[in-house]
């Protein structure tokens, strides 16, 4: 039976099987021959041989892959007692070429002869994985680790973990290796086995995690100040994990006033994490401040939104000066419309003139409007008042005047506009406004119901506001405000307006001439008027003709002239203003 064959110089023995002599004949002998292979790399020596006990020989055939057979020189074989030895240095020329041997005892006129030995021309074994840096898997998906593995014979594949958290084995292929229902335990090192009759060999493949086993991004830490100071930095500081390392974007409600400083990243032995901060800057608008962070990579993204009050000292009040005297100010001090998330709790009032300090108050705020006044004053000299609210945080920016200073104008009240009512409209003009140094550019005219409904805002640049398309003989609730470059004033304290009576027509007037210089006027409305008529202008016509004397008597009636004069004397007051009508004399016709 044969030897086994070793790597590199590859030796094999061939041994027949000893007959017995008493062998009837040759073809028997020649039916325990075996043929066999033998494989080798490119420049191994291949050593053949042939033995057996009680013999020699030195004749050796070889048989091309075509099938041709031809003998070998003698120079390559060396013959011994117990047999001989072909050595044969192996190329691509010998690949499938066919070698045997011929023995002959030297006991008994006997001959030997093997099976024949093929040569094979073997490959390396070698193995190439490509790299995967953009392929993910999640958790219980297929991974597949994608390797080329070649060489000849085919060789086996085997697989064994070498680090990190023992888990099962993936299954190896000529193709890679394949992981059923990955897990993060899949990290590690695996060392892969290629072996053959040829050779045997290890390559080291790492499977790492964020390149072959991917992780959505969860978050892992945020710090929020409770609250954000207006005009200073506040930092949010966000951290998140995954596989492939998530990238993190912000959005904020007051995206012009953030500042994204540039992320960290790092890896533990089992992911990857990224630190990113946000940077905001509140103003004294700023009642709340919302923003979103989100974190994203190749398998999913993540996003969370919060919000946050904004705290800081207030903003400046509005004062008004309500009035100015030789030795006082009279300030209403109203409330600045944002008090920075707290409640002002004072005021701080300091008086300087010449841009010395003389005076510093701290007023307790009464309500939306404080009222104080600033004695002690001296005649004919400018003052300049600085007024700054107060919260727990602190006190905010001055609202700065002085008593040369404009501002915004002084308040309106009912006794500054002259009213013209109608039975449909109202019309207000405003007399001279005090405008604190800045010219009345808007007058203002908000009409309300009975039932305080807003019905009306309008405005107008001119000094005389009307508002039509009103109901007649309806109360309505009136303020007035008005404005400048500098703001509006103080709205008005409420009035009540009556829109008047639409009795009377507003048509032509129709005079009749009744004798005596007495005009019969009948208005579009059917009411009869008696007029002494003075001229011949007016409503009346002097070329009117004279009434019958039963149309007189009819006119007349059971009540008598008198009752007509106080008829037609009480319409036309009411009439006059409408028609214009010149005075009337009335006399009995």
Known sequence: MRSPRKLGSAIVTIAFLALSKGASSREKDLAANVD???????????VLNCSHPDTIGDVWSQRAPDGTVS????AAVQAFVGGSMLTLSMSPSLNGTSYRCVLTDLNVN????????TVLLGDAINMTCASQATVCATETQTLMKRCTISGLPTPIITVQKMSGTPSSLPSASLSGLTFSAVTLEDRGVYTVTGKNILEEKRFNVSVQLGVDICVAPMMVNISIPDTIGCLNLALINYTAKGLPAPNITWNSSVAKRTVVHAPKKYSTGITSFVESTLGITAQREDNQISFCVTAENSVASTSQCYSRNVTCSPGAPFVQVVNIGDTSFNLNIIEPQFNGGNEVLSYNISVSSSDTLMETYNVPRTGKETLYVVKGLSPNTSYT??????NDIGKGPPFIFSNETAGRPGG?????VVQEKGCKELSFTFMEIDDNGGPITNHRVLLYSEQDVLLRNESSSSTTVTIDGLDPKTMYVVQLQVENEYGESVVSAAFIVITSSCGLGTGPIVGILLGSGVVLIAC??????IVKKKNSGGCGSSD????????KADLR?????????MHASRLYEETKIRTKLPDAVYEDV
């Open 36 to 46: 066999d292979s033998v494989w080798a790399l490119n420049g191994d020596t291949v």
């Open 71 to 74: 003998s070998v020189s003698p």
């Open 110 to 117: 006997r001959l030997f002869e093997s099976g024949w030995i």
């Open 385 to 390: 008042i600085s007024v700054t609210a107060v």
């Open 412 to 416: 309106v009240g009912e006794g500054d």
């Open 524 to 529: 579009c409305a059917g009411v009869i008027i």
């Open 544 to 551: 009117s003709p004279s009434l019958k004397a039963d149309e």
């Open 557 to 565: 009636g059971g009540s008598g002239m008198n009752s007509i004069q």
